[in-house]
DNA sequence: AATGAATGAGTATTCATTCAT
DNA sequence: AATGAATGAATACTCATTCAT
């Protein structure tokens, strides 16, 4: 076939992003072959390299792309609030909905990691410390105003982003929870986890006031 | 040729397993090629075939082994402990451990999901589940003694997993926080996060005493 | 290195085809392969793929455009003659100089057909149910003029069809016979077995010139 | 597994010259692999080489051994009979039930000739000569007796041969025709073929039973 | 910017055969 | 006579990439 009229430079880049974000989400970059990716928008395989490097140049620009637009949207998502507290939460909620709302970008900038030829994979673990930072400079933060109780604020903030990004392999956006109720779910859990506690919450036999809406698992 | 004097088939086995198990780990289920295992345990591509059936049948064998060993060594760490704290305590203890301890094959189940063909997959889904309910039922049960505040047990347990499991891919044995510490840690992390709060310790201002030992990053 | 200049598409697609017909009645379908096919047309075996699917694809399509040709050609032959003694002479002569002269094709619709998967067996099979029907149905007009005398109409098609067939087998261009010859003498051999026994049946009632000269095997 | 208890040489052997034989068949003796052959038989593979020498040296001997057993038959049919017309027709008879009843290793000693070696091959098409060579005597007697009118005398052999061979390719043992009818219907084929066109050079000068019952092709 | 055809190295898997036990 | 494990060469097919047009 000949070139389709009217499809023009960056819209086909933005073609070949858009098909190589999805499969490799699906299948893997290993497993994707630019065959599928050009048969998947109706081009050959040739043409691919009209807009690409490589196809690691693809993975690459897709994976630090989005480390860049996450980086940017924690900024603005804290940008003007004050506290470590007010911080923390406002890190959180926005980590949760990015998680959710942009599940295949993130889940590939996690598990294609290993693929990404070493100079590339420092460029994106350096961004990836970057964000990483911020959670800990937050946790600093708190347990420099006597907020928090943190043995170890790398562990931590490293848990805190494990247990989040855990989310985008089982939340199912039709499923039981809503986004702003996961949300808030996790909000109170890294509070848990991070706050001073009383000593008499530990293990101690003390019960306390059940909570009236318990849910059970679906 | 014959064949090597002195390698027996059980043995040959287990170094494909052994030698599988690490360039599974260290490339990738798809970018690992038999050509590459085989030379890598001394033998001919054709000899692998010998002891398994397919390089899928590989994965799947290791990956299921790997997840009844995960099933039967948390039954072990849980055997004679009663009350929900002690449970609790006693699976993050053994989860932290575990993932530190067989970091590759934890690491593998967790990212060869995705290669694993329908048929096997589901088997691994399924004793992926039964751990995951270990943990919701610990939960479950101290939410029930009136031990624990949670919201929604099903996303506290993958919480909690996600968190855990996020420990293998940044520990370092050779680093500033001992296997021991980690764990200990992790299991306060995990208490916070469970346990139910004094509202007063909540988001509220009321400053709490700094922990003495608040350590720096790495 | 790029592509051999010269080389262009349908005629690569060609000088596969022949070497693959080649090849394949040399050696059968099963013990070609497609690295010497390749080799003989002086590309590469990957190449190959650009041109044809499968190596199953290239021997479908061999037979399948073998057997529209000779449907074709018989239809060709027959066009216009009537008679059912006519068209018997005309489709007898014509089978043996089509299966002398296109002998590979003819013995690798033969011999292969095993080597079909079934989806394309049964378009082959079709088709040379379509091609005994023509002469079937030249036998029953004979019967029902009188002229033939046939036991079973399917089984004497069959006979017929079989006995002609069996010429590509060991018949020698550069032998003692002609084509010319040969056909004369199967055309003779056919009527024997069909007409009734009574010579004014006969087609041509002058009886050929006898043959003092009855020869020996070569 | 160990050794069948009681299976002794030769009864082994013989098992795998009968599965030998139908997977030859079945598959073609390329296709077949000693893999296959072995399974089936529930032996491995390493044990096949205590019986056969190569996979060729089995094929060669199911040919080999069928030729043999062919030409003896045939012998055994013709002993005693004597007169051109009386020989060709016990012959064609032979021929027909012999096709039908051997079925598999007459069609795979026509159809793998290709696969043997030169010096095998060349084995095989003696014997294969010397039963054409038969026929041809018949014939040559019944022409030199004037009972027969035959152009050429190899030709009508071949002919006749591959008519009567053609018969293993379609007969139903289940279907329309018994074999008594079909040896019946090409006897008659087989003498219209070759004799004199004058109704009295006739074997059975009475005429065949009227086929009122002319049937139609299933 | 697109294409079709090419390449060479690579893929998992199968093969007939060997041989110490 | 049987086996399990080995081998080396072969199989059809796929891959990312190149480049003349």
């Given at each position: 076939m000949a070139r389709t009229l009217g499809s023009s430079g960056p819209a086909t880049l933005e073609a070949i992003?858009?098909?190589g974000l999805r499969l490799i989400?699906?299948?893997g970059y290993?497993?994707?072959s630019l065959r599928q990716l050009a048969s998947e928008i109706g081009m050959s395989q040739g043409s691919l390299y009209n807009h690409i490097a490589t196809k690691q140049d693809l993975l690459f620009l897709l994976v630090?792309?989005?480390m860049q637009d996450l980086l940017d949207h924690a900024d603005r998502?804290?940008?003007g609030i004050t506290g470590a507290s007010e911080r923390l939460i406002a890190l959180v909620e926005f980590h949760v909905a990015y998680h959710i709302d942009r599940k295949r970008e993130v889940f590939m900038s996690y598990s294609e990691l290993r693929s990404l030829?070493?100079?590339n994979f420092e460029v994106i673990v350096a961004m990836r410390k970057a964000y990483e930072?911020?959670?800990?400079a937050i946790l600093r933060e708190g347990s420099a105003a006597g907020l928090f109780t943190i043995t170890d604020h790398q562990a931590a903030a490293y848990g805190i982003l494990a247990m989040l990004a855990g989310i985008l392999n089982w939340y199912n956006p039709?499923?039981?929870l809503s986004k702003k109720e996961l949300a808030a779910i996790f909000v109170e859990m890294v509070q848990g986890a991070v706050y001073d506690r009383s000593a008499e919450a530990r293990v101690s036999p003390a019960p306390l006031p059940v909570k009236a809406r318990a849910r059970t698992v679906a």
């Open positions: 992003r858009r098909a989400y699906e299948r290993e497993a994707m630090r792309d989005h998502a804290l940008d030829e070493p100079r930072t911020k959670l800990i039709k499923g039981r």
